[in-house]
C-alpha cells in the first residue's frame, strides 16, 4: 500500500464512484449534503427556465452556481470514495488469504472426507498437514505445527502452534510448514476475522459509533437553523420590496451548512480505520477506535510489555573468599545444558567477561524440576547446582551440612530489593556466589508513558512478581501504578472497580486467562499469537502480536475525533464570511446602505456570490489530504490541543474564507464569469 | 461614558457578587429540602399546601412525570387567568369599572404571564382592575418565576446525580421556590420599595388639576407589591403602562439601582448553585465570568451608541447629539441603557425607557442579548437552562477537539442531548423568524406598525424576539392590541417556553441516569479562561449566524442609512 493520497489508479475509481454515489437514495444517508443536491438540481433546473425565457446573462450566472453546486456534491463523494479506495486496496491484499482451499474434515464417526473450506461450520474438525492451508479460524486440538501466518501478518518468520496452552489459535487462509495439526473450526464461513476485517475496511458494514451520531444530529440541527434563516428572508425581502432569486437563496443556504464536515465526515471516519489497519491491527468496531481515545487507565502486562519478558544475568557477585573467576566458571558449568533464556544469559554475560565455555567430559545434567527448583550437574569434580536461595540454602544444608554466610544472604537481599532475581550458585557444600538475574525494560518504553501520562492516560503494570520486584521495574519503567502478585481473576477485578469509578480501562493479553479482563475492558487488544478464546473476548487484534501498540491505537482513536470536531469547528467559522460575501450582495440594489458591509470589497454582487459558492467548493477537496491523514496529534495535555486547534480551525476558520473569496473573487471578475 | 457611570457600572457588579453566594447557600437548603432559616415560618404552611393538593413532596419525579405535571400546573393556571381577566367587570375590587378582556387579549395576557413574558398589549392602569392585577397577575409573576427555577434546579440536579432515575419534585420546587425564596425577599423589597415612595393603596384614581389647567387622571394601586416580584421574579409586566419608568413604580436613583440588582439576583445565584452542586464552584464563576463579559460588553455598546446619538444631528448644529428620545431625564443616558441592557439579558422585560427610541444599534443590543436565548444571567431558570444548551454545545465541540467523547462534568455528552439542545434551538429560530416573516407578509401584521422600512422591521423582528424568548419588553412603535398580533404573539410565548423547558427537562432526565466519569488529566475542563473564552465564541457565533440576515436587515441597515442620512416617508 502506497502512502500517497493521490494515486491515479485509486483517484480513477473514486472519480466514477463520486457520480455512482448521486443516487439520491444513498446522499439521504448524509443529510447536509443531501440539501445540497435538492439545491443543485432546483439551481440547475433555473438555469433552463433562465436559457428558455431568454434571460441570457442571468442564464450564465445560474449556469455557474449549478455547476458548482453539482461539484460541491461530487466533491464530498469523491473524499469518501477515496477513502473507500483506500480500504478497499488494503482489503484486496486480505482478500488473497481468503481464498478456497480443500479442507479434510473428520466426522464423528472419524471418517475423513475432503470438502470445500466454504461449506465448514463451527465445531467442524479438521486435519491440516505440512504444506497445506488453514482452511478457517479454528483452534488446535492436537499436535503441534509451525505455520507462516505471513498472509495476515506480513512477518515471514513462522510461528509455532499447539493444542491446550496460550498458542492453539490458527487463522484461516495461513499455512502450516510442518508437522500435521487437528483443529476444531470456531467460526462459520463469513464471521471468521478476516471476512469482519475486509467489510471494516472496506467501509460495507461501517455503522456510526455513538460519537458519529451525535455529531451527525448537530450537523442536520444546525443544517435546519440555516434553512429556517435562509427561507425567511425571502419574506423579508418581500416587505423591503426586493426580490431574490431562487438560486441566490439556495448558494446562500449551501454556503451556511456544515457541507465541508458534511463532506468529509464518513471519509474521516473511514481513513481512521484504515489507519488502524496500516499499523497491523484489526479492530471488531469503529466504536472500538472511539472507545480508545476515551481511555483513562491502561492496564499493562509486566512481562512482554514493560520488559522484554525473559530476565537476563547482568552480574556475578562471588561469596567472600571465593574467586570470581571460580565462580563465573561453575555458572558457565551448571548453566551450559541449560537451555532457558535465563540459562543462556548466564552463558553470554560469562563469555563476555572472558570465560570460556567447557563442556564437562563426563557428568550427568540435572534439569531444572518445579519441585526442586534448581538445575545442574553432576560431574566428576562433584555437583554443581543453581537455583533460588532457599532450595539451594536447603540443598547444601542436607546433602552436605554446609552454611551459608551472613554476607550471601544479604547479597540475595539487596538484589531483591532492586526488582532482580538471585540466583545462587554452590559447589558441593560451597556457597561460590550469586548471579543478579534482571528484567530487562524495553528500550524507549519510559518516552512512550511520559507519552501516555501527556494525554492524561493512567499506566498500571501488572504482575505475578512480589511488590519489591514490582516497584523496582514500576520505578525504572516510569508508570504511575503497579499491581504485584496478581493473578488472574484480579486483573478482573481491577478493571471493574476502576469501571465503578466510571473510568475506561484499556488492557492487552492473549492467554486464555486474560479472556475474562479482555472482555470487561473497555479496549481489549489481542495479540495475534493469543488463544481463541482470548480473540474472541477482546474488541481489537493486533497481528504484530506487539502488547505496547495500544498506544498508538489509543492515539489514533483521539486523532479522529480530534479531526471530527476540528473540521465541525472550521465548517461552522467559515459562515461568518459568507454572511458578509451574501448578504451585502443580495440587498445590494434595494438597501444600498448594507454596502458598508462589503468588508472585502467584491467586485460586484453576482461575483460576490459566484466566490462564496465556489470557495465552499473547492475548501472541501483542499481538506481531503487533510481528512485522511488526520489532523496533527501531538500528545499534549488537553487544554494545549484544544488551544491549538481553537486557533488553526476556529480563529483560522473564520480569517480564510474571507481571504479565499477575496482572490476568488479576483480571479472570476479577472475571467469576465461575473 | 462618565466616571461616574463606570463607578455604577462597578458598584453593581460588587453588590451582585456579595449577593450571589449568601443566596445560593439558602437556595440549596431549600431545594435540597433540609432546614432552612425559614422552616419554622413557612414549614407548617408548605405542608399545609402538600395535604391540600395531595402530593408527596418526596417523590422523586422522572423528568417525564416532572414535565407532565408542570404542564398541567401551568395549563391550569393559565386557563383560570383567562377566565378571570374575561369577567373582571362582575368582580370586586374594580373602582374603575373595567369592562372585560377580549378573547384575543386575554388569551394573550393569560399566556404572556403563564409564561413568565409579561409582554402586555394592554396599558394596566386603564384595563385592568385590582382584582385582576394582583390575583391573576401578580399570583403568575410568583408562580411562573417558581416554575422557570425549578426547571433550572431539576436540570442542575441530573447534572449533578449520580445514576439515578429522578430529577425532584416538581410540586416541592415549586412551591418551597415560592414559601422560602420569593415571598420572603418581595415582602422585604416591598417594604424598601414603599420607603423610597412605590405606592401602595385601593384607592380610586386620583384627578389633579394641572397648572395649564388641564384635568389629569392619576392612576393608584397596589404598585409595590407587583414590583417587587416583576423584578425579582424577571416577569417584568409593570403595573402602569409606562413600566419602571412611571415615578409611582421606580421613584428614586436608590430603587432604580435595587430593581436592576433584583433581575440578576436569583439568576446569579442559580449560577453559583450549579457549580457548588457539580462539585466545581471554578465552574459556577467560570460560567459567570461568561454572562459578565457579554453582559459589560452590551452595556458599553448601548450606551456608547446612546451618547453617540444620531451623528447627522451634530452636523446639523445640536448642541449634544445624545439620544434623550424616549429616555427618563431622571435616569439619564447611562441608566436607561444599563436598565435595557440587564432587563433583556434576563428575561425580565421592564423598561425605564423606551427601547423603540433607542438608536439602531444601541437599540441592536436589547434585541441580540433577546435572540441569545436570555443566557446572560437570564430570566430566573430560565436563564441557567439556556446556558446550559450552550454549554453543552461547548463542551460537544470542544471534547472532540481534544479526542474524547465528551463530557460535562462527568457526565458523557451523547446523541440524545445534543438531539434535545438542537430541538430547542430550532424551535427558538423558528418561532422568531418564522413569526417574523408572517408578520412581515400579513396585512393585518403591517396594519400594526407605525414606522416604515428598518425601523419597521426591527419593530416587528423585536415583538417575535421578545415573545418567543419570554422578555416581555417591545418596540413599542408597534401596535399590538389586535387579534392578529394577540394570537401569534401568545403562541410565540408558548413556543418559547414551553419548547425549550420540556427539552432541557429530558436532558436532564438522560443526564441524571448517566454515570459520573472521574474528570482526569485528560479531559476539557469547564473551569478555566479558555473555557470561558470558548463558551462566548459559541454563543456569539451560533446567535450571529442565526440570526445575522434579520438583524442585517433591522438595525444594522437602518444604522447605515443614519450615517448616510436616508430619510424614510
Redesign the interface.
Known amino acids: 500500500m502506497t502512502s500517497s493520497i493521490w494515486n491515479p489508479e485509486l483517484m480513477k475509481t473514486a472519480l466514477r464512484d463520486s457520480f455512482i454515489k448521486l443516487n439520491p437514495k444513498v446522499l439521504i444517508k448524509n443529510p447536509v449534503m443531501f440539501v445540497v443536491e435538492i439545491g443543485s438540481v432546483l439551481t440547475t433546473i433555473a438555469f433552463f427556465h433562465d436559457i428558455f425565457s431568454g434571460g441570457e446573462s442571468n442564464a450564465l450566472f445560474t449556469g455557474q452556481i449549478a455547476l458548482w453546486l453539482w461539484f460541491t456534491v461530487l466533491f464530498a463523494n469523491f473524499a469518501e470514495a477515496m477513502a473507500e479506495g483506500r480500504g478497499k486496496a488494503q482489503a484486496e491484499n486480505l482478500k488473497k488469504a481468503r481464498t478456497e482451499t480443500k479442507a479434510y474434515r473428520r466426522s464423528k464417526s472419524g471418517k475423513m472426507e475432503t470438502v470445500n473450506s466454504v461449506v465448514l461450520r463451527k465445531g467442524d474438525i479438521v486435519v491440516v498437514e505440512a504444506g497445506q492451508f488453514i482452511p478457517a479460524d479454528g483452534t488446535v486440538i492436537e499436535g503441534v505445527a509451525s505455520i507462516d501466518e505471513s498472509a495476515i501478518t506480513g512477518e515471514s518468520a513462522p510461528v509455532i502452534r499447539e493444542a491446550g496452552g496460550d498458542r492453539s489459535a490458527v487463522t484461516g487462509g495461513t499455512k502450516v510448514l510442518s508437522d500435521k495439526i487437528v483443529i476444531e473450526i470456531t467460526a462459520n464461513p463469513g464471521e471468521a476475522f478476516l471476512d469482519r476485517m475486509i467489510a471494516l475496511v472496506e467501509g460495507a458494514v461501517r455503522q456510526r459509533t455513538?460519537?458519529e451520531?451525535?455529531?451527525?444530529?448537530?450537523l442536520?440541527?444546525?443544517t435546519?437553523?440555516?434553512l429556517?434563516?435562509?427561507?425567511?428572508?425571502?419574506?423579508?425581502a418581500?416587505?423591503?420590496h426586493t426580490s431574490i432569486s431562487l438560486p441566490i437563496l439556495i448558494s446562500l443556504l449551501v454556503c451556511?451548512i456544515p457541507t465541508t464536515i458534511g463532506a468529509l465526515l464518513s471519509a474521516i471516519g473511514i481513513a481512521g480505520m484504515d489507519r488502524l489497519v496500516q499499523r497491523n491491527v484489526l479492530a471488531m468496531s469503529g466504536r472500538a477506535v472511539?472507545a480508545a481515545?476515551?481511555i483513562?487507565v491502561l492496564l499493562l502486562d509486566k512481562t512482554g510489555t514493560i520488559t522484554i519478558g525473559n530476565r537476563m544475568a547482568c552480574e556475578f557477585i562471588p561469596a567472600p573468599g571465593v574467586n570470581i573467576q571460580e565462580l563465573m566458571e561453575m555458572a558457565l558449568l551448571a548453566s551450559a545444558a541449560d537451555l532457558t533464556p535465563e540459562g543462556r544469559s548466564i552463558v553470554t554475560l560469562a563469555e563476555k567477561k572472558g570465560i570460556r565455555s567447557s563442556t564437562p567430559q563426563s557428568g550427568v545434567i540435572v534439569p531444572f524440576s518445579a519441585e526442586t527448583r534448581m538445575s545442574g550437574l553432576d560431574y566428576d569434580q562433584g555437583s554443581i547446582r543453581k537455583g533460588a536461595f532457599d532450595s539451594i540454602q536447603t540443598w547444601v544444608k542436607t546433602h552436605f551440612k554446609g552454611t551459608v554466610s551472613p554476607e550471601v544472604s544479604l547479597d540475595v537481599k539487596s538484589i531483591a530489593l532492586k526488582g532482580g532475581t538471585p540466583l545462587v550458585v554452590a559447589k558441593n557444600a560451597k556457597i561460590l556466589g550469586v548471579i543478579h538475574l534482571k528484567d530487562v525494560v524495553k528500550p524507549g518504553i519510559k518516552d512512550r508513558f511520559e507519552r501516555i501520562?501527556a494525554?492524561?492516560?493512567?499506566t498500571v503494570m501488572i504482575t505475578g512478581d512480589n511488590r519489591l520486584t514490582a516497584a523496582a521495574i514500576a520505578a525504572e519503567a516510569g508508570v504511575d501504578d503497579f499491581l504485584a502478585e496478581v493473578k488472574p481473576e484480579d486483573k478482573l477485578r481491577l478493571i471493574k472497580s476502576y469501571q465503578a469509578?466510571?473510568?475506561m480501562v484499556g488492557m492487552s493479553g492473549d492467554g486464555t486467562n486474560d479472556a475474562p479482563a479482555l472482555a470487561q475492558s473497555d479496549v481489549g487488544l489481542v495479540m495475534n499469537t493469543g488463544t481463541q478464546a482470548a480473540r474472541e473476548a477482546g474488541n481489537m487484534i493486533d497481528l504484530d502480536s506487539d502488547p505496547t501498540k495500544i498506544i498508538e491505537i489509543v492515539e489514533i482513536?483521539?486523532?479522529?475525533?480530534?479531526t471530527?470536531?476540528?473540521l465541525?469547528?472550521f465548517s461552522?467559522?467559515n459562515?461568518?464570511a459568507k454572511?458578509f460575501a451574501i448578504?451585502p450582495a443580495i440587498?445590494a440594489s434595494s438597501?444600498p446602505?448594507?454596502?458598508?458591509?462589503n468588508i472585502m470589497a467584491l467586485r460586484n454582487p453576482q461575483s460576490a456570490i459566484l466566490s462564496a459558492v465556489i470557495f465552499n467548493a473547492i475548501i472541501i477537496i483542499a481538506l481531503i489530504p487533510l481528512s485522511l491523514r488526520g489532523v496533527v496529534?501531538r500528545p499534549q495535555?488537553?487544554?494545549k490541543?484544544?488551544?491549538r486547534?481553537?486557533f488553526i480551525?476556529?480563529i483560522g476558520g473564520i480569517i480564510i474564507p474571507f481571504i479565499g473569496i477575496k482572490i476568488i473573487d479576483v480571479v472570476v471578475s479577472a475571467l469576465g464569469l461575473a | 461614558m462618565t466616571t461616574r457611570d463606570t463607578i455604577q457600572l462597578g458598584l453593581y457588579l460588587i453588590v451582585l457578587i456579595l449577593a450571589t453566594k449568601p443566596l445560593a447557600l439558602h437556595l440549596e437548603k431549600v431545594f435540597e429540602g433540609s432546614k432552612n432559616l425559614l422552616s419554622p415560618i413557612f414549614g407548617p404552611i408548605e405542608k399545609l399546601i402538600y395535604r391540600l393538593l395531595g402530593v408527596n413532596p418526596d417523590e422523586d419525579q422522572h423528568w417525564t412525570k416532572y414535565s407532565i405535571d408542570l404542564l398541567v400546573f401551568s395549563g391550569v393556571t393559565c386557563g383560570f387567568t383567562y377566565l378571570l381577566l374575561r369577567a373582571q367587570k362582575f368582580l370586586p375590587l374594580n373602582p374603575q369599572g373595567f369592562a372585560g378582556m377580549t378573547p384575543d387579549l386575554a388569551y394573550n395576557t393569560a399566556m404572556s404571564f403563564t409564561t413568565n413574558t409579561n409582554w402586555q398589549s394592554y396599558g394596566g392602569e386603564s384595563t385592568l382592575s385590582y382584582l385582576s392585577q394582583m390575583l391573576a397577575l401578580t399570583f403568575h409573576n410568583f408562580i411562573s418565576a417558581a416554575v422557570g427555577i425549578a426547571v433550572a434546579v431539576a436540570l442542575i440536579r441530573g447534572i449533578s446525580k449520580k445514576e439515578g432515575k429522578g430529577i425532584g419534585n416538581f410540586w416541592a420546587d415549586m412551591i418551597r421556590c415560592n414559601l422560602y425564596v420569593l415571598l420572603p425577599i418581595c415582602i422585604v423589597y416591598a417594604l424598601f420599595l414603599i420607603s423610597q415612595g412605590v405606592i401602595q393603596n385601593f384607592h380610586a384614581y386620583d384627578i389633579a388639576t394641572t397648572l395649564e389647567g388641564v384635568k389629569q387622571t392619576i392612576a393608584q394601586g397596589p404598585v409595590a407589591s407587583q414590583v417587587a416580584i416583576k423584578m425579582l421574579g424577571t416577569n417584568g409586566g409593570g403595573f402602569f403602562n409606562a413600566n419602571a419608568a412611571h415615578p409611582y413604580e421606580n421613584p428614586t436613583a436608590l430603587s432604580n439601582f435595587f430593581q436592576m440588582l433584583s433581575i440578576f439576583l436569583i439568576p446569579s445565584a442559580l449560577v453559583y448553585l450549579l457549580g457548588r452542586r457539580v462539585r466545581n464552584k471554578k465552574h459556577g464563576w467560570a460560567v459567570w465570568a461568561a454572562m459578565a463579559i457579554i453582559f459589560v460588553v452590551g452595556v458599553l455598546i448601548t450606551a456608547h451608541y446612546e451618547y453617540q446619538g444620531n451623528p447627522k444631528l451634530a452636523e446639523l448644529g445640536c448642541s449634544s447629539p445624545a439620544n434623550m428620545e424616549g429616555k427618563e431625564a431622571r435616569f439619564g443616558i447611562f441608566n436607561s441603557a444599563f436598565f435595557a441592557t440587564i432587563t433583556t439579558d434576563a428575561s425580565c422585560g421592564a423598561v425605564n425607557a423606551m427601547h423603540d427610541s433607542f438608536t439602531p444599534l444601541g437599540g441592536a443590543v436589547p434585541l441580540s442579548n433577546i435572540m441569545l436565548g436570555e443566557i446572560i444571567f437570564g430570566g430566573v431558570g430560565s436563564g441557567l437552562y439556556g446556558m446550559l444548551m450552550y454549554i453543552l454545545l461547548t463542551v460537544f465541540i470542544a471534547g472532540l477537539m481534544i479526542g474524547r467523547t465528551p463530557e460535562y462534568v462527568g457526565k458523557k455528552i451523547e446523541g440524545r442531548e445534543i438531539k434535545y439542545v438542537m430541538f430547542a434551538m430550532i424551535v427558538m429560530a423558528l418561532s422568531i423568524l418564522g413569526f417574523t416573516a408572517w408578520g412581515a407578509l400579513d396585512p393585518r401584521g403591517l396594519a400594526g406598525l407605525n414606522n416604515p422600512a428598518g425601523h419597521g422591521f426591527s419593530e416587528i423582528l423585536y415583538a417575535y424576539t421578545s415573545g418567543t424568548g419570554n422578555n416581555g419588553s417591545a418596540f413599542a412603535g408597534l401596535s399590538a392590541n389586535t387579534p392578529f398580533w394577540n394570537w401569534t404573539l401568545a403562541f410565540a410565548m408558548f413556543f418559547g417556553r414551553f419548547f425549550m423547558m420540556i427539552p432541557m427537562l429530558a436532558v436532564a432526565g438522560s443526564l441524571a441516569k448517566k454515570k459520573i466519569h472521574p474528570g482526569g488529566e485528560g479531559t476539557f475542563r469547564v473551569d478555566n479562561s479558555l473555557f470561558v473564552g470558548l463558551l462566548i465564541g459559541v454563543i456569539l457565533l451560533v446567535g450571529a449566524l442565526t440570526f445575522f440576515p434579520a438583524l442585517s436587515l433591522g438595525p444594522i441597515a437602518e444604522h447605515f442609512d443614519m450615517l448616510q442620512g436616508h430619510l424614510f416617508k
Open positions: 455513538p460519537n451520531i451525535a455529531l451527525n444530529i448537530l442536520a440541527g444546525l435546519i437553523v440555516f429556517l434563516a435562509t427561507v425567511t428572508l425571502k419574506p423579508f418581500i416587505y423591503m451556511l472511539e481515545g476515551d483513562d501520562r494525554m492524561g492516560i493512567k469509578e466510571g473510568r482513536g483521539k486523532q479522529l475525533l480530534i471530527r470536531g476540528s465541525t469547528t461552522i467559522a459562515d461568518v454572511y448578504i440587498f438597501i446602505a448594507l454596502g458598508a458591509l496529534y495535555s488537553p487544554s490541543i484544544l488551544e486547534n481553537v480551525y476556529g
